[in-house]
C-alpha cells in the first residue's frame, strides 16, 4: 500500500489490535510511535522487533484520558519528526456490567478511555495536520457501538459516539485535507475476548457468518487502508470488519 503520510501514532499499541496496526503500518514504511498507558515493556519489545525487521519507530508513555499528556505526546512526536501525518485512536477499555448494577463512575471511566481521549486525539489532529493540509485519522470504534450490547451500556454508548464523532470531524476538516474514518471491529481474538467464557464465545461464534472470530492483523489491513493513499476519497465512513455479523 502506497502512503504519502511519513509517521503515524497508534494510542494503546503495546499489544492487542494496537500492536498488530503498528506492525503492519510499519511495515508499509512508516515511522510508528508506539503509545502505551502501563505496558512499557512490552513497548519497548514491539519496537525491537519492528526495529530488527527494518522498520521505524520510537514508543511514547502517555494515558490518553488526560488532556495534558496527549497534547504533550503528539507536541513531542512533532518536534522530533516535524509533523504528524496520521493518527489512530485505538486505545480503549471495557468495565462490564449490566446497567441496573452500573455505578455513573463505571459509565465515565469507559467514557473517557474510549470517547473523551479520541475526541482530544481527533481535534489535536487537525490542529497540526491543518499546517501541511494533510492528514488521516482512523478511530476504532465497535460493532457493539452499533448493536448495542447486555452489559455494556457504557462501551456501547462510547462506541457508537466516536462512529458520530468521526462524521462531525470528517465534514470539519475535509476543507483541510484531512480523512475521518472508523473501524468497527467485530469480536476479534485479544486479551478484551480472552476473558469470555468459552460456551459465551461458542454463541457469539454461531452468530458470525464466518464461523469464527477475527485475528488482530485483519483489522490492521482494514485501519492500514484507511489511512493509506487507497482510500483518498473516503471519509466519514465506517468500515466492518465483523466477519459478516453485522451487515
Ligand atoms: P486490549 O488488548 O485490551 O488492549 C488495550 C490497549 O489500550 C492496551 O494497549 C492498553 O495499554 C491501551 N489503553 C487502555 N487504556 C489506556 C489509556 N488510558 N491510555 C493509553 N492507553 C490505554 O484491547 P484490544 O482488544 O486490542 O482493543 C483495541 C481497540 O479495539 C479498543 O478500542 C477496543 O474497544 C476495540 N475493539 C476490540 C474488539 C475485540 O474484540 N478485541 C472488538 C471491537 C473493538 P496498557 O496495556 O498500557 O494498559
Sequence with gaps: MRFRGSNV????SNRGIGAEIARSLAGFGLKVWINYRSGEAQAKA?????????????????????EKDFINGIKHIVSSDGSLSYLV?????????????????????????NLKSTFIGCRE????????????????????????NAGQTNYSASKG??????????????????RFN????????????????DEIKQDFISKIPLRRFGEPKEVAE??????????????????????????
Excluded: C, Q, W
Design 46 to 66: 514491539l519496537l525491537d522487533e519492528i526495529l530488527s525487521n527494518g522498520g521505524r519507530g520510537d514508543i511514547i508513555g502517555f494515558d490518553v484520558t488526560s
Design 182 to 197: 472508523s473501524v468497527t471491529p467485530g469480536f476479534i481474538t485479544t486479551e478484551m475476548t480472552n476473558s469470555l467464557k
Design 89 to 113: 485512536n485505538n486505545a480503549g477499555i471495557t468495565n462490564d456490567k449490566l446497567a441496573i448494577r452500573m455505578r455513573v463512575e463505571d459509565f465515565i471511566s469507559v467514557i473517557d478511555t
Design 9 to 12: 501514532l497508534i494510542t494503546g
Design 222 to 247: 482494514a485501519v492500514a487502508f484507511l489511512l493509506s493513499d487507497h482510500s483518498s476519497y473516503i471519509t466519514g465512513e465506517t468500515l466492518r470488519v465483523n466477519g459478516g455479523m453485522l451487515m
Design 161 to 178: 459516539g466516536i462512529i458520530a464523532m468521526t462524521k462531525s470531524f470528517a465534514i470539519e476538516s475535509a476543507p483541510r485535507g484531512i
Design 125 to 148: 489532529a487537525i490542529k497540526v495536520m491543518s499546517k501541511k493540509r494533510f492528514g488521516a485519522v482512523v478511530n476504532i470504534s465497535s460493532i457493539v457501538g452499533e448493536t448495542g
